[in-house]
């Protein structure tokens, strides 16, 4: 088993980024599902106490992923050729961009805000006596509703595994899930 990517399939820290940050992504989508559904309540609180140390979690993770699709850049799987590799990679990159732009907005509302942000107890930024408007208005309206786009993207990666699986059955999900 490798541990970088190959031509022929992902590597062991590829696969445990995408299969982590899944899970991770998951949980998140489930706290905020459930609080829509339920309101405050006890399991709801508690996936919502989790919600900024997860996504605080899920940024670095996207950060280290991102920096070691760089470096294994020349050796991964290729995407298909013509309008589906093209499709391909579009929904990757969307996927990669609404997973940084979704964290980096809650970062600059937390920054701007008047609660001090400290995810697992680690301080990051103090809290401010007045919010900063200009900083937190923009992560207001946009970080749930992107999450939310985030969440369509997902749904169709998941579609696209299906379809490659029973339709085309070409060997993506084992590339991903380390049986090649």
């Known amino acids: 088993m490798h541990w970088r990517d190959t031509h022929t399939g992902y590597g062991l820290v590829t696969r445990a980024l995408h299969w982590g940050m899944a899970a991770l992504i998951l949980w998140q989508f489930v706290g905020m599902g459930l609080r829509l559904l339920l309101g405050r309540t006890p399991l709801v609180s508690f996936f919502v106490g989790t919600h900024a140390p997860v996504g605080t979690l899920l940024f670095a993770l996207i950060l280290l ?102 339709v085309w059955r070409d060997g993506t999900l084992a590339r991903m899930a380390g049986r090649r």
């Open 65 to 166: 992923r991102g920096c070691w699709a760089l470096a294994n850049r020349g050796r991964r799987p290729s995407h298909s050729a013509g309008l589906v590799g093209m499709a391909a990679q579009a929904g990757h990159g969307l996927l990669y961009l609404m997973m940084l732009a979704i964290p980096s907005l809650a970062l600059l509302r937390a920054w701007g805000g008047t609660r001090p942000f400290a995810p697992f107890g680690i301080p990051v930024f103090p809290g401010r006596e007045v919010e900063l408007g200009w900083a937190t208005t923009p992560a207001n309206l946009l970080h749930g509703e992107l999450a939310w786009i985030l969440g369509v993207l997902v749904l169709g990666h998941v579609a696209m595994v299906v379809l490659h699986e029973r």
